[in-house]
């Protein structure tokens, strides 16, 4: 499971919180999953949903189908549709978000623009997703770590 990183180990072997890599996937395809959908899959499930390409069309609506048809399977309705960003931040190479720059400035850390642009595009979604103000950002300070930003 190359798409998981050091800061989620204390949940991979389960996948019992939704890893980062398929949050990012949940953003592409446009579908709000909850945490309650997520653990009535089973651990095949997880783990194809964290396997699935979701990079191009055809990708997406795939993943789209399979997810939205494993929520209906234990749901019986499917999952609500999100707003997909045309241009989501975490593709621009050339601009950090200022929440991801205010968030490392509260760590004392400067993330120099060439960094940033070396990171793939799912290291600066989970930068992004884990600056985000009123959310539990404790794997922010081990994220930079990780991406050796620090």
Known sequence: MSDLFQFEQDFV????CIPMAVRLKLDTCGVKLKLTH????????RQKLLQLPCKNAPDIAHYEQYLQGLVEKYTGTPASRLKIDPHPPWLEE????????EKAATVSVTIPLEKWANLSSLQRFILIKLSRPGHENKNFLPALKEFNLI
């Open 13 to 16: 072997e389960s996948l019992r």
């Open 38 to 45: 997520w653990h009535q899959f089973n651990l095949e499930e």
């Open 94 to 101: 050339q601009s950090i978000p200022p929440t991801v720059l």
